[in-house]
């Protein structure tokens, strides 16, 4: 028996920030930046920095033991749902609304996002939703193309920013009232952005269960945190960030887009169909983002389960007719 929908869902924003977006660059209503900078970069920092530092770790276990079956399967145990978190949960759900369901299944979602420490849900959406009012323009959080400079010097910056240096830039992050009303104002979202530290610490705490659990013993469980937890994290962060940064600027382009969007398709696996960006950007609003027979699409497979489990409803896709006029 599933859940009754929940017809009081969080609406859909009724001005969305791509139609309302100056071509003048945002307003500085758009633009918000942490209550305490140096301590919002401080954290950025030491989240990015430690799980990177731990993948040292990790590279010494492999030359010393080997890798253990039990490090790879809470790995995947981690990786998968918390994965889902951000494409299903933060970004086709909360962002695009691009299906509706239930609150405690909004909130299932926000939290298994929030385990992969990219910041509250709140901001995470705000900050995507102002990339798509201004990609590659003015305005846009992490474009490698926007004042960066020329030749391979200035790409390089442009990746680099886009990559991880507009974490540390906060001249154009999104404002959560202006880009995320509805969130702000939703009572489950809201929870779930408030307990953000909760929420990553027990992203941590589950893989230490999970390797007392499989291997019996305290080291197990840090093995398994080392590998649910640091590695999982860091390779989490940055098949994301590659979204914002490569498929950007490598791959091809499917559809007719004013920005600079690309499918990058070795990507697409590792982002659960992230990488199929150029599709995304020439439909925002599809649960699908991959179109094509070949498009391997894990987060639109995974909303068309839930749609058949009648956990998910109006699911957005698009037509074949509305593809052909956009084709290239």
């Known amino acids: 028996m599933t859940a009754a929908p929940d017809r009081t869902a969080a609406p859909r924003p009724q001005d969305a920030p791509s139609e309302a977006a100056s071509a003048d660059g945002p307003t500085p209503g758009e633009i918000e930046a942490p209550a305490f900078a140096n301590v919002d970069r401080a954290a950025t920092a030491l989240i990015n920095a430690v799980p990177a530092l731990l993948l040292v770790l990790a590279g010494w276990q492999l030359w010393n033991h080997g890798l253990r ?4 399967a809470i790995f995947l145990i981690m990786y998968v749902p918390v994965g889902l978190g951000v494409t299903v949960g933060f970004h086709r759900l909360l962002t695009h609304r691009s299906f509706k369901t239930s609150a405690w299944m909004r909130g299932a979602l926000a939290v298994l996002g929030t385990m992969s420490v990219e910041g509250p849900v709140i901001s995470w959406v705000a900050d995507h939703r102002k990339h798509h009012a201004y990609t590659d323009r003015l305005g846009d959080p992490h474009s490698p193309h926007v004042d960066h400079g020329g030749g391979l010097r200035g790409a390089v910056r442009g990746l680099a ?24 104002g939703d009572p ?41 937890g640091a590695v999982r994290i860091f390779v989490l962060h940055h098949v994301t960030y590659s979204i914002n940064s490569l498929c950007h600027f490598f791959g091809r382009r499917r559809f007719a887009t004013n920005d600079h969007s690309r499918n990058l398709m070795w990507l697409a696996p590792l982002s659960f169909g992230e990488a199929w960006h150029n599709n995304h950007h020439a439909f925002p609003t599809s649960a699908m983002h991959g179109m094509g ?36």
Do not use: C, N, Y
Not at 69 to 72: A, E, L, P
Not at 205 to 218: N, Q
Not at 302 to 325: F, H, K, M, N
């Open 69 to 72: 079956w039990r490090d790879v």
């Open 161 to 184: 920013h886009a990559h991880v240096g507009w974490l540390f830039d906060h001249q154009q992050r999104g404002a959560r009232e202006r880009f995320a009303p509805d969130l702000v």
């Open 293 to 328: 027979r070949l498009e391997l699409d894990l987060s639109g497979l995974s909303i068309a389960a839930l749609e058949r489990l009648g956990l998910a409803w109006d699911v957005q896709r698009v037509a074949p007719e509305r593809q052909l006029s956009k084709a290239l």
């Open 188 to 228: 489950v979202v809201a929870f779930v952005d408030s307990t953000f530290v909760l929420w990553s610490l027990v992203g941590l705490a589950i893989p230490f269960g999970l390797g007392v659990l499989f291997g019996g013993t305290v080291g197990a469980g840090l093995e398994g945190m080392l590998w649910g």
